[in-house]
């Protein structure tokens, strides 16, 4: 076994205390300046606390009592009696002091001296002991921290109306944060995770915890003015930390000059120590009313705060507010190096040892951590000697079973980038991850170990609410590790992965997805694999069979859209298909077979067999439900079976005058209830023609839809080319109108009527939320957006375009920064300049009667189905596309009655049509779906059915069905007589055939 190297100096000097300690004799201790006294002893740990100093000597512990209000045993010298235990450190506290032995137990001593094993640690191997006036900590190797003592400020980390524990407990809303560091002050204690990350809590009444406030804190609470901490030390009320560089911070109490920023002030913020700055410091430690720092380079030893006892070493019994080096000068030389310093309640020390005598054998007092080196031993271990599998499966299970181990492991160490941790960068070293990940897979063995442990044992007891961001890093390991496994270990952690990611608190959920923003192509794209493998696998179970579970959606597909929206939102290269799931359509289908059987049973099935199908039915229907509030995995074609396959509740009827049509139209929705409107398919009556008919509805979107856009209506402004409109900034209409425009958008949504709607992608990204850009400009106004672009891009100076915050748009003045009026744009300002143009007029001009729009769209469909689209899609859906390919509406056309594809009628009609011209054709489509262009799915999705007609005169036209695209022909003479009906039917709209 290795120990700890001995010092072989040590010096102390305040209070006055048994000469030599009882470890030398008096007489061979020496005395320097200032009070200063030092001895040549081998002490391998000592502390020093309110009513003891303990010093270990070959493992053996020594304890002298200090002056204190039991008079009739000062100065009594005790050698501790432990048994079997060899002690590794000693930390003194108020009456007491905690022993950790080698192995990581724990001892409590008593005042009496007497020490007893510490309830609540049994089986747990610490590495760190803090120990304060009335409560103690303990740190363990797997990351844990356990409490014990008095509570009456939060010092325990508990909660609020913990009463205290004689026994170890854990501190919960630490659980999965890697920490270095533990402290205890006089009632308030501190931890530091291994990025630099302070945790404070319990008494404040002098702003000890750096919060910048005097309220106690119960709970562990992060000091965010801190960054880059590589150590801390509390005092009786006060507190310090060392930043990476050497730079000291106190805060806390200052009565006694203790905080060392010349006054004698509390500070409730941390605040520099001036005084050292740019000396590198290397130690910093706090007793009762004085602190203590050294500076490694120089040898030196600066103190301040109370030396009313001399515990300052500066010869003089005063409260001193600055550094000031102790006397140590003849105290020690060249030979020495210091190898820590102590600060009591009355008392300073320092240990030293000789360069030559440094022992690097040294026993960690960190937590266990997972890294390349690690795996190799495992690997050459298994490889090389007998027997090692047992004590390579306890290293797994202490790692792999605690969360603040993995979070700790794989750091970014280079340049110290993991002190940069924080919200936006997580401290990993990817690569590192990688290739370790990669080596632990080469061991079937290993790996089944480390699959066991971490499904049993590490994430069912997750935090949902970690207490640092560190706690995240764990998030983005087990995805890179179980993404590698074979599909029959992927399954269950991937679920139970997922689970624990949506059990995350939002704000930790949303660091998370910000850690996802950032991960390498590689990175992303396998998180994205991983949950896409398992969802599609689940929803493809549920395609084939139906099972207890099927009303649960699968969580794997949640992380998925998740992930989505992050690359969405970072614009990564990460593309649409990459999420779709074709197994959804699997479910569509079998749904519709559902729906088919159920109609072919209704009319002769039995009872049984019915209510089977309504419940398989009712079933499907909510797994689809479930899944469309996860549109990423839709593909367009099942985004529209999904829509067009709602249950209708029944027909929501209007009753219209051909000749006020919109006046009419606009009566009703005022009185139409948001019920009827989504609810409902939507049935159109004339006055004139009470029958009801599809082409009514299809023929009201038609001529609505061109009233509302006649440049007399005065409701919409159109662009320079009359190509697209766009919302006015100045009424000429109430605003009213487009609350009822907005309706009969979401109506026409609503029945999947494709209508005219020639609005910029930007109306759909808004009704979506999604934020316009300058490319949403540039599609309504080419010429202003690529003037706004250029601005963007010109590599000039923009001050010399003589360009302003103050615009013209729609005929009005605009500051564009109305706090600072005239303000000119610059190279430093330009994109502001463009971003608040681009908003002006896509958001701000016309937010008022957008609004109105949004609420009557809103009112006539069901929010979730429209937020199943993407801006595109949802554009395609209303509006349709111009990709009119005739020749997949000439193959996806099918034949009934006597007509078939080689009879001459249908020869000579398609000859027909390919001599028709281009806007022929369209009114042709028009004519024969009531659309004027292709639907979203393109024109695939168009399915003509041509049905000869008998027995008419070569006078009557061609009829058109348009709610199932059938064509009713006559067979005419010839090819001519068909030409001329055909193109009289489509030019003047007549022809449609009605019920």
């Known amino acids: 076994m290795s120990h700890p190297s001995a010092v072989d100096m040590l010096c102390y000097w305040g209070a006055q205390v048994r000469e030599g300690f009882?470890?030398?004799?008096?007489?061979?201790?020496?005395?320097?300046?200032?009070?200063?006294?030092?001895?040549?002893?081998?002490?391998?740990?000592?502390?020093?606390?309110?009513?003891?100093?303990g010093f270990i000597r070959d493992g053996k512990v020594s304890v002298l009592r200090l002056r204190g209000e039991d008079c009739d045993h000062d100065g009594k010298f005790k050698q501790l009696q432990l048994k079997n235990d060899r002690i590794r450190s000693i930390v003194c506290g108020g009456d007491g002091a905690v022993l950790l032995a080698y192995g990581g137990r724990i001892l409590i001593m008593d005042k009496s001296t007497m020490c007893s094993p510490l309830k609540g640690l049994e089986n747990r191997q610490v590495v760190q002991v803090a120990c304060g006036d009335q409560h103690s900590m303990a740190l363990t190797n797997d990351g844990q921290l356990f409490v014990w003592g008095e509570n009456s400020h939060g010092q325990l980390g508990l909660r609020k109306d913990h009463p205290g524990s004689v026994s170890a407990q854990r501190v919960e809303s630490l659980c999965g944060i890697p920490l270095a560091q533990i402290s205890a002050g006089g009632d308030h204690s501190f931890v530091l995770s291994?990025?630099?990350?302070?945790?404070?809590w319990g008494k404040n009444s002098s702003g000890q915890l750096g919060l910048g406030d005097t309220t106690d804190r119960h709970v562990p609470t992060v000091v965010n003015s801190l960054n880059r901490t590589m150590s801390i030390s509390c005092g009786g009320e006060h507190t310090a930390t060392l930043s990476k560089g050497g730079t000291i911070f106190t805060f806390g109490s200052g009565g006694s000059g203790q905080l060392g920023h010349n006054s004698f002030k509390d500070e409730h913020h941390p605040r520099v120590v001036a005084e050292l700055w740019g000396s590198e410091v290397s130690q910093v430690t706090c007793g009762r009313r004085h602190t203590l720092v050294s500076v490694a380079s120089s040898k030196l030893i600066y103190s301040f705060g109370c030396g009313m006892q001399g515990?300052?070493?500066?010869?003089?019994?005063?409260?001193?507010?600055?550094?000031?080096?102790?006397?140590?000068?003849?105290?020690?030389d060249h030979e020495y190096?210091?190898?820590?310093?102590?600060?009591?309640?009355?008392?300073?020390?320092?240990?030293?040892?000789?360069?030559?005598?440094?022992?690097?054998?040294?026993?960690?007092?960190g937590i266990l951590t997972l890294d390349d080196r690690t795996i190799d031993r495992w690997l050459s271990e298994r490889k090389l000697i007998k027997n090692s599998w047992k004590g390579i499966k306890k290293d797994i299970n202490k790692v792999f079973s605690s969360a603040a181990s993995l979070n700790g492991s794989f750091l970014k160490t280079s340049c110290d980038e993991h002190y940069q941790t924080s919200e936006e960068h997580c401290g990993l070293d990817l690569d590192l991850v990688k290739t370790s990940f990669a080596k632990l897979l080469n061991d079937e063995g290993l790996i089944s170990e480390v699959v066991k442990v971490v499904q049993q044992k590490l994430l069912p007891f997750l935090n949902p609410n970690p207490a640092g961001v560190e706690a995240l890093r764990l998030y983005l390991l087990l995805p890179e590790l179980i993404g590698r496994l074979q599909e029959h270990k992927r399954t269950e952690l991937t679920e139970a992965l997922a689970s624990r990611i949506l059990d995350l608190n939002p704000a930790a959920r949303k660091v998370l997805e910000t850690y996802w923003s950032k991960l390498p192509e590689d990175w992303l794209k396998n998180l994205v694999d991983l949950f896409k493998k398992e969802s599609a696998m689940l929803i493809g179970r549920i395609a084939v069979k139906l099972d207890r579970d099927i009303a649960h959606l699968p969580k794997c597909a949640r992380i998925l859209q998740m992930v989505y929206?992050?690359?969405?939102?970072?614009?990564?290269?990460?593309?649409?298909?990459?999420?779709?799931?074709?197994?959804?359509?699997?479910?569509?289908?079998?749904?519709?077979?559902?729906n088919v059987d159920l109609n072919d049973q209704q009319?002769?099935?039995?009872?049984?067999?019915?209510?089977?199908?309504?419940?398989?039915?009712?079933?499907?229907?909510?797994?689809?439900?479930?899944?469309?509030?996860?549109?990423?995995?839709f593909n367009l074609e099942a985004k529209c079976s999904f829509m067009q396959n709602r249950a209708w509740q029944g027909s929501y009827e209007m009753t219209l005058r051909r000749t006020a049509l919109l006046e009419d139209c606009?009566?009703?929705?005022?009185?139409?209830?948001?019920?009827?409107?989504?609810?409902?398919?939507?049935?159109?009556?004339?006055?004139?023609?009470?029958r009801k008919t599809d082409v009514n509805k299809r023929d009201l979107f038609l001529n609505v839809f061109k009233e509302l856009y006649a440049q007399e209506s005065q409701l919409l402004m159109n662009n320079d080319n009359n190509t697209l409109s766009w919302f006015p900034t100045k009424l000429s209409v109430e605003k009213e109108k487009y609350f009822l425009f907005g309706i009969l958008c979401g109506l026409a949504f609503n029945n999947t009527s494709v209508v005219n709607l020639p609005f910029p992608l930007a109306l759909f990204k808004k009704l979506l939320n999604v934020k316009p850009s300058l490319e949403d400009l540039i599609e309504f106004s080419p010429d202003l957006g690529k003037s706004l672009q250029y601005i963007l891009d010109c590599s000039d100076d923009v001050e010399e375009m003589d360009k302003y915050f103050t615009i013209t748009w729609d005929g009005t003045e605009v500051e564009l920064d109305?706090?600072?009026?005239?303000?000119?744009?610059?190279?430093?300002?330009?994109?502001?300049?463009v971003d608040k143009y681009v908003d002006y007029i896509l958001n701000k001009s016309v937010e008022e009667v957008f609004e109105e729009f949004k609420r009557g769209f809103f009112k006539a469909c069901d929010r979730s189905l429209v937020e199943m689209f993407e801006p595109e899609e949802l554009r395609g859906v209303l509006v349709g596309n111009e990709e009119y390919d005739w020749d997949v509406l000439k193959q996806n056309t099918t034949y009934e009655g006597s007509f078939h594809a080689e009879h001459p009628t249908i020869i000579s009609f398609w000859e027909v049509f390919d001599d028709l011209t281009p806007n022929e054709k369209k009114a042709f489509l028009l004519f024969i779906t009531g659309f004027e262009k292709v639907p979203i799915l393109g024109m695939s999705a168009v399915k003509m059915r041509v049905r000869s007609l008998l027995n008419l005169t070569q006078d009557h036209l061609p009829q058109a069905l348009t709610c199932h695209a059938l064509l009713d022909l006559p067979v005419y003479q010839n090819k001519e007589t068909l030409r001329a009906k055909v193109i009289d039917a489509i030019n003047h709209k007549r022809g449609f055939w009605e019920e």
């Open 337 to 365: 190096m210091i190898k820590k310093i102590i600060a009591g309640e009355n008392h300073s020390f320092a240990l030293y040892f000789k360069k030559l005598n440094e022992s690097k054998a040294n026993l960690s007092r």
């Open 194 to 200: 291994l990025s630099g990350v302070v945790f404070g």
């Open 22 to 53: 009882g470890l030398l004799k008096p007489d061979k201790v020496k005395h320097g300046n200032s009070g200063i006294r030092s001895m040549s002893i081998s002490v391998q740990d000592m502390s020093a606390g309110r009513s003891f100093v």
């Open 603 to 633: 009319c002769f099935g039995l009872p049984e067999q019915i209510n089977a199908l309504v419940a398989q039915q009712s079933n499907y229907k909510t797994v689809l439900k479930n899944l469309s509030s996860l549109p990423c995995i």
């Open 565 to 594: 929206q992050v690359c969405r939102s970072a614009h990564r290269n990460i593309t649409k298909s990459d999420f779709i799931i074709h197994e959804v359509n699997d479910l569509l289908e079998v749904l519709q077979t559902i």
């Open 311 to 332: 515990q300052l070493g500066n010869g003089e019994m005063i409260k001193q507010s600055v550094p000031f080096p102790v006397d140590l000068s003849t105290e020690c």
């Open 666 to 690: 606009f009566s009703i929705l005022r009185k139409a209830s948001e019920h009827h409107l989504r609810g409902y398919f939507l049935s159109v009556f004339y006055t004139e023609d009470l």
């Open 818 to 833: 109305p706090a600072e009026p005239g303000k000119m744009v610059t190279n430093y300002n330009r994109r502001e300049f």
